[in-house]
């Protein structure tokens, strides 16, 4: 597996993608062993999603529940904020506000500077890859290291996450066994199961997780009411990163907020069944402030906006935000599955991705324009989502909305003079039906629908059949038989 192709350095934000999807997903769909790993995958995650949702009787209770809350922290954003920020600060934490990647970047950057540091340790963090963080770092001489089972992966290969939950999951452990051995310090292991793996994994981390004085994070959820940070994994990273170095930076985008403390319950629930198809996180650490004696001596929370408030002011788009990174999407996407996440450029793949992305960016930036088009709008996306959000509907709100070429622009206008006047429609369709009788003559054999046509109708044809205007409106029809 090969790194995904990078541009040069100062000109790429992880949110912008640098080529247009299909040209992206192209290349992808040539790769046959990287379709097999996701197919695979996938496959396992809804199985097993599917059969721990099952067993709750009031799941779509809770999904309705959690959309209003979602919905109530966009209608009060910059009031939570400030209300976190209070409660946060009372309990001994110091509050950062960075109103894009470059001002984030920078606060972390500077706090890990006053520790006198060249290498912090990392919890997985979607937030920290949308801006960048780990390259900013490493521009200052400083090396964050993923302890991230499948971030660590990926980043010993010099890869990019492909997965919002499972950052490798376009690796198949033969992959993984022949990268330990290349870039992992004394790994000798000719086995590929994955509890070796995992212990070779463990071993490394060890003495990393034990020497490290800063670590960063992110958070699932902030609590605004207590400022609390709380933190849902699986292998135990975190709770390591949370609890050993003297310094904590966590990096949380402020649509993470929730208004109460008791608001949280249904979020986990939510959240682990819809992910890793668990009834519950194997760890689940809150954390509030600064305890003497216990955790980091010193805790900073960079509350990230980088576009947040622009979503949230979109009627329609602002649903997005509602997003707890559940992957769930991902997971049933007909077209993820067949490409991957690299085709999608933006650390947010798959269809939550084809949403976000080109909101928090705007769609002007990059070829952003071109995900909301990655999908069949299918719906399946919206079924699983445990938030409810309507991305087919976004997706064709952006669709709308976004940038179109010349061309488009001009026909889409001259078709929306026709149709304002019936007559004008009228005379339209009897020249359409009038140009199609010789097409319909050579398409007869292919019921009448064309599969092959000149620039620029060939974008259509080149992945589907054309129909031909039919012989006799409805209109026409009608007169003619009722008329009479």
Excluded at 63 to 75: C, G, M, N, Q, Y
Excluded at 172 to 187: D, S, T, V
Excluded at 422 to 430: I, K, M, P
Aim: proline share 7%; charged share 25%; aromatic share 4%.
């Amino acid at each position: 597996m090969t790194p995904r192709e990078q541009p040069a350095a100062g000109r790429h934000l992880p949110i912008v993608a640098v080529t247009p999807f299909p040209r992206a997903a192209a290349g992808a769909l040539g790769d046959s062993q990287l379709r097999a790993n996701l197919g695979r995958a996938t496959r396992t995650i809804r199985e097993k999603r599917a059969a721990v949702v099952a067993e709750v009787p009031d799941w779509e209770l809770l999904r309705e529940r959690a959309a209003r809350v979602k919905d109530d922290v966009l209608d009060r954003l910059p009031e939570l904020v400030a209300r976190f920020a209070r409660a946060a600060t009372a309990a001994g934490a110091t509050v950062h506000h960075a109103v894009d990647a470059a001002a984030a970047n920078a606060v972390v950057t500077e706090l890990v500077r006053a520790q006198g540091v060249d290498r912090v340790v990392k919890v997985k963090s979607m937030a920290t890859q949308e801006i960048g963080l780990n390259e900013a770092l490493a521009a200052a001489g400083v090396t964050a290291v993923e302890t991230d089972l499948a971030e660590l992966i990926v980043q010993l290969a010099d890869d990019t996450p492909s997965h919002i939950l499972v950052p490798a999951i376009h690796y198949n452990r033969g992959q993984i066994r022949e990268l330990f051995a290349r870039r992992m310090p004394g790994f000798t292991a000719d086995s590929d199961d994955p509890a070796v793996l995992a212990g070779a994994a463990r071993e490394h981390l060890r003495r990393t997780f034990l020497a490290a004085r800063v670590a960063i994070c992110g958070a699932n959820f902030a609590v605004a009411e207590t400022g609390s940070l709380v933190v849902v994994e699986s292998e135990g990273n975190g709770r390591m990163c949370l609890t050993l170095p003297d310094t904590l930076i966590a990096v949380v985008g402020v649509e993470k907020l929730l208004p109460r403390f008791a608001d949280l319950g249904d979020f986990l629930r939510l959240l682990p069944r819809s992910s890793t198809g668990e009834r519950m996180n194997p760890y689940t650490s809150i954390v509030t402030g600064v305890t003497p004696g216990d955790g980091p001596r010193r805790l900073h929370v960079v509350l990230l906006d980088n576009g947040r408030h622009r979503v949230a002011a979109d009627p329609v788009g602002r649903a997005a935000l509602r997003c707890i990174r559940c992957s769930a999407c991902l997971n049933v996407c007909p077209v993820y599955e067949r490409v991957g996440g690299h085709a999608y450029g933006s650390v947010y793949p798959g269809p939550i991705g084809a949403i976000l992305s080109p909101q928090l960016t705007g769609q002007d930036a990059g070829h952003n324009s071109t995900l909301p088009h990655a999908s069949t709008l299918c719906g399946a996306c919206y079924d699983v989502c445990p938030v409810k959000i309507d991305i087919p509907a976004i997706l064709v709100h952006l669709r709308q909305t976004g940038p179109k070429p010349p061309a488009e622009r001009a026909a889409m206008a001259v078709l929306a003079w026709t149709m304002r006047d019936r007559r004008r429609w009228r005379a339209a369709l009897r020249t359409a039906r009038s140009g199609g009788r010789p097409l319909r003559l050579l398409t007869r054999r292919h019921g009448g629908r064309l599969r092959r046509a000149p620039w620029p109708l060939s974008a259509w044809t080149a992945h589907r059949d054309a129909p031909l205007p039919a012989d006799e409106s409805f209109r026409d029809w009608w007169h003619r038989t009722h008329d009479s």
